[in-house]
């Protein structure tokens, strides 16, 4: 089992940009598929940005409304795994999670979960 946890996330203007990070222990990080996943208030959690494990890390997922915004960066020596926010818009307030999965097995049932950090983004 892996533990997971997230930091930088914050109070930023539109069009600002923000870094989280994901630090991941217990686990043997390499082998995890990694993502992030956001939930605003009244919504579902929805997967934003994914990456393969250490060896697909060329895989990636982006939610359409990211794309070009968002970028998804694990440092395997690190046990690390960034999500990188630019352009940021208000529709992007949430909380964000950091989420690991097996690399065998669909995103979220057998999700792995952070403990969540609050973006909040004003116009």
């Known amino acids: 089992q892996v533990q997971l946890v997230e930091s930088g996330g914050g109070l930023v203007q539109a069009g600002g940009s923000l870094r989280l990070s994901c630090v991941a222990s217990?686990?043997?990080?390499?082998?995890?598929?990694m993502g992030w996943y956001r939930q605003a208030p009244g919504k579902e959690r929805e997967l934003v940005v994914g990456i393969g494990s250490a060896g697909s890390a060329g895989n990636t997922y982006y939610l359409d409304s990211v794309k070009g915004r968002f970028t998804i960066a694990r440092d395997n020596a690190k046990n690390t795994v960034y999500l990188q926010m630019n352009n940021l818009k208000p529709e992007d307030t949430a909380v964000y999670y950091c989420a690991a999965k097996d690399r065998t097995v669909l995103w979220g049932p057998n999700n792995y979960w952070g403990q969540g950090t609050q973006v909040t983004v004003s116009s």
């Open positions: 217990g686990g043997t990080f390499g082998s995890y598929t």
